[in-house]
């Protein structure tokens, strides 16, 4: 009988199967005390909830110190990390939200790709995302667009603390126009650009039209401000900027909720100042060059509101150049293939050498449109749904909660008001100490009002949004498939199209999100 050694079996190994490298990302805003005790705070949470798992090994903890959210190139440990993932030192990230990661939606997704094509996922507790096991990334960059809009809440309270120094005569000029300069905080005449901009009023007043002065100016190469070349409408431009009387005119422009920059024509409140600085022109010729630009332009039959410069398309003025600001305007182009449509920048058709963006035919301008309502018609769920929730979740409580405690303070406020004047009738307090707090306490009720008016403005844009979103949900919810462009969608769902590039741009849709789409 042969022997018989018997080979015990090989007990699998609780500790062969590889354990995650998990490092965690977080950040605060601001460097301030109690920001910088929430970063601890943080800290001390990701390295408990890692180390706690079997699973998972703790791979680093990579956090920022009052730096912004919006641009992901400003935060060093951020880069630090993505840097650490492609050197294959993690395999999963975690992070508390997508506003901690980036407010802007560009920055989160390229962050969320950069990870995903090294098979790295990231964790949003607060959203509960994990991107390693989404179903479309339509999803990422709409809950994005919800983080982004806390930049737009603190945007709004710069607008405010601007208003504030529009009214006491302390707001200062950003940039100061061509024949100025800076000096020690003031604004200054530069006497050589002074003299053209004196010339330019003497030349058009003598009966020289604008393409006529703007083309001796490039040939006698006098530079413009930023160095570049001379248009008619730079002249004009010139001509009808009050700032060379020594007036200034604050609030001349204005930013909407999508960040797009408009002309204020009586949307908002305008300041004039007058004697701001030291004159250039005076104000008759001013108004004499004003005259005479209104007098052409009423010959040549070119009035505000002329059927002829009415928009004719679905598209007008809803084109707006990511690199200049610009509108774009449409044109007629001609190949050896025939003639088609197309919309280019206003600024590249003046001068090309101030703004790059090449034309986009419209064909793909609607065809665009078309694949990013068949995308929402297909993903609503998935997309419109977790959005609405979000606004109507969202909308007023934080607003209704400041509103409540602002008006406290301004009842506060009155009584203090009146026991001052009570104080001063009674002989405890002279004259000029009651004119000083009370000057004082009314300029903080001011304050009290003007932050309740801005906190009722964005209560009415956030209901704003439930709306057009609800609009864009029912439509979506019919299911109805679109196989051609239908003018009455874009007109009725689009508030504008932004063009980063010939092969992308973005459709800024009136509920607040904006969509991108490859062309």
Known sequence: MKKVTKIDKIQPSQTSKKKLRVAAYCRVSTDSDAQLESLDAQKEHYKNYITSRDDWTFAGLYFDEGITGTKADKRPMLLRLIEDCKAKKIDFVITKSISRLSRNTTDCLDIVRTLLS?????????????????????????????????????????????????LDGSYKLGYVPYGYRWKDGEILVDPAQAEIVKRIFRELLSGKGTEAIAKELNQEQVPTKKGGRWTSTSIRDIIRNEKYTGDCIFQKTYTDSNFNRHKNDGHLDQYYVPDHHEAIISHEDFEAAAALIEQRASEKGIKKGNAKYQQRYAFSSKIICGECGNTFRRRIH????????????????????????????????????????????????????????????????????????????????????????????????????????????????????????????????????????????????????????????????????????????GFALHCGLILKEMI
Request: net charge negative.
């Open 334 to 505: 001609s190949s050896t293939y025939g003639k088609y449509a197309a919309w280019v920048c206003n600024t590249h058709l003046e001068d090309n050498s101030r703004c790059s963006m090449l034309y986009i035919r419209d064909d793909d301008l609607k065809l665009a449109f078309t694949t990013m309502i068949n995308k929402l018609i297909y993903c609503h769920k998935l997309v419109l749904k977790p959005y609405l929730k979000a606004l109507q979740e969202n909308t007023g409580d934080a607003s209704l909660l400041s509103i409540q405690q602002l008006e406290i303070l301004l009842e506060q406020n009155t009584e203090q008001r009146e026991t001052l004047h009570k104080l001063m009738g009674q002989g405890y307090i002279d004259q000029i100490l009651y004119t000083q707090e009370n000057n004082a306490l009314l300029s903080q009720a001011g304050e009290y009002r003007n932050q309740i008016e801005l906190l009722n403005r964005s209560q009415s844009l956030d209901a704003t949004k439930v709306y057009e979103t609800e609009r864009l949900l029912h439509f979506c919810e019919r299911g109805e498939m679109q196989l051609e462009y239908r003018e009455e969608l874009f007109e009725l769902f689009v508030d504008h199209i932004e063009v980063y590039s010939r092969q992308k741009i």
């Open 118 to 166: 090294l098979d790295i996922p990231i964790y949003f507790e607060k959203e509960n995302i994990n991107t390693g096991s989404m179903e479309s990334e339509l999803f990422l960059s709409i809950l994005s667009s919800m983080a982004e809009g806390e930049s737009a809440s603190i945007s709004e309270n710069n607008k405010w603390s601007i208003k504030k120094r529009f």
